[in-house]
């Protein structure tokens, strides 16, 4: 039987994550997910893949919102009364213009000198109306792209197996900032193919692979760069078609609803694994796709050869639907 075995919010989108036993899952994902960003004086979103001390900022928001600690090695603890009604200011995350609500020059200060470059944080807007890519369409705070990022511990513990073989160390989940960890499942990868998905009351539909990049290769406690592991390793069995290597997946929320460690997770949909398919065609090269073809990150640091076997899982469940490729959107 699989079950949610961890769950973390990061609440500060790039920062350390916020461990939680128990949370709301709200259309944007776990709540407070990615619901602040620190941006350059241009309000460009920082990000680990160009300052990787990020990584040693520690947030923690309280339950309902209206405070935010940060806490860092050598910068002591800042509480930041967080503001929701301020100036908006524009906003620039993968290219794409959005607004912030800036919090204030007393907070700008403090991570400029964490991350020794000038920087503000903004906090997600209410109005804020992002909609998400993929096969099914969502929305999120100022993620990468999709509301909520799942991995289950067989993905996890194959890839340590494969490190192992390369003489290299095993590597800690947090490396992969998940949400949502899952264990249970036999095969690796089969969050590839779980489709529909119910886990506590929340209900989440698949949305697209997880195309990792170069924040894999940080030491979340130290923010040093370490690579080239995992990126090598996985190019070796897990490149997609699209390019790039995926690990994970993302989804959107159907239903939002709350969600616990040591929740049952069951699986209505399944489909087929878009490890191997290209963007625009079908499984078995078969036209017909309406997948988008953005992938959520840069600085891949891997080539774009083509892997044609895709990850296989347990079948479906008695009574459940199939999803028998891309291009189709999994409503209930």
Same mark, same amino acid.
Not at 72 to 91: I, K, M
Not at 140 to 156: E, P
Not at 315 to 327: E, F, L, Q, S, V
């Given at each position: 039987?699989?079950?949610?075995?961890?769950?973390?919010?990061?609440?500060?989108?790039?920062?350390?994550?916020?461990?939680?036993?128990?949370?709301?899952?709200?259309?944007?994902?776990?709540?407070?997910?990615?619901?602040?960003?620190?941006v350059d004086e241009d309000g460009r979103?920082?990000?680990?893949?160009?300052?990787?001390?990020?990584?040693?900022?520690?947030?923690?928001?309280?339950?309902?919102?209206?405070?935010?600690?940060?806490?860092?090695?050598?910068?002591?603890?800042?509480?930041?009364?967080?503001?929701?009604?301020?100036?908006?200011?524009?906003?620039?995350?993968?290219?794409?213009?959005?607004?912030?609500?800036?919090?204030?020059?007393?907070?700008?200060?403090?991570?400029?000198?964490?991350?020794?470059?000038?920087?503000?944080?903004?906090?997600?807007?209410?109005?804020?109306?992002?909609?998400?890519?993929?096969?099914?369409?969502?929305?999120?705070?100022?993620?990468?792209s999709c509301a909520l990022h799942l991995?289950?511990?067989?993905?996890?513990?194959?890839?340590?197996?494969?490190?192992?073989?390369?003489?290299?160390?095993?590597?800690?989940?947090?490396?992969?900032?998940?949400?949502?960890?899952?264990?249970?499942?036999?095969?690796?990868?089969?969050?590839?193919?779980?489709?529909?998905?119910?886990?506590?009351?929340?209900?989440?539909?698949?949305?697209?692979?997880?195309?990792?990049? +170069?924040? #894999?290769?940080?030491?979340?406690?130290? %923010?040093? $760069?370490?690579?080239?592991? !995992?990126? =090598? /390793? *996985?190019?070796s069995y897990r490149r997609a078609a699209?390019?790039?290597?995926?690990?994970?997946?993302?989804?959107?929320?159907?239903?939002?609803?709350?969600?616990?460690?040591?929740?049952?997770?069951?699986?209505?949909?399944?489909?087929?694994?878009?490890?191997?398919?290209?963007?625009?065609?079908?499984?078995?090269?078969?036209?017909?796709?309406?997948?988008?073809?953005?992938?959520?990150?840069?600085?891949?640091?891997?080539?774009?050869?083509?892997?044609?076997? +895709?990850? #296989?899982?347990?079948?479906?469940?008695? %009574?459940? $639907?199939?999803?028998?490729? !891309?291009? =189709? /959107? *999994?409503?209930?």
């Amino acid at each position: 039987m699989a079950r949610v075995v961890e769950l973390v919010t990061y609440p500060v989108k790039g920062c350390a994550g916020m461990p939680v036993r128990d949370t709301a899952v709200t259309s944007a994902g776990l709540a407070h997910d990615r619901g602040f960003m620190v941006v350059d004086e241009d309000g460009r979103y920082r990000t680990q893949r160009r300052n990787p001390l990020l990584a040693t900022i520690r947030p923690v928001v309280g339950d309902d919102g209206r405070l935010l600690t940060l806490d860092a090695p050598g910068a002591g603890t800042l509480a930041v009364p967080v503001d929701t009604e301020g100036v908006r200011r524009p906003v620039v995350l993968f290219g794409a213009a959005y607004r912030g609500i800036d919090q204030g020059d007393t907070v700008a200060a403090w991570l400029s000198g964490v991350l020794r470059a000038p920087s503000r944080l903004v906090r997600v807007p209410p109005e804020h109306d992002r909609v998400t890519d993929g096969r099914t369409p969502g929305t999120s705070g100022y993620a990468d792209s999709c509301a909520l990022h799942l991995l289950s511990r067989a993905s996890l513990e194959l890839l340590d197996r494969k490190l192992a073989e390369r003489g290299a160390a095993p590597l800690p989940v947090g490396r992969f900032r998940p949400n949502v960890l899952v264990d249970g499942w036999d095969e690796p990868h089969t969050e590839d193919r779980a489709h529909l998905l119910t886990f506590g009351t929340a209900e989440l539909a698949y949305a697209k692979l997880a195309i990792r990049c +170069a924040v #894999t290769m940080v030491r979340q406690e130290t %923010g040093e $760069r370490a690579g080239p592991e !995992p990126l =090598r /390793t *996985l190019a070796s069995y897990r490149r997609a078609a699209e390019g790039g290597v995926a690990f994970g997946t993302k989804l959107a929320v159907q239903r939002p609803g709350r969600v616990a460690v040591g929740d049952e997770v069951t699986v209505t949909v399944w489909g087929r694994s878009e490890l191997g398919v290209r963007p625009g065609r079908g499984p078995g090269g078969a036209p017909g796709s309406s997948r988008d073809t953005r992938t959520d990150v840069t600085d891949t640091a891997t080539d774009t050869a083509t892997d044609t076997g +895709a990850a #296989t899982g347990p079948g479906p469940a008695p %009574g459940a $639907r199939t999803a028998d490729g !891309p291009g =189709r /959107t *999994l409503t209930p």
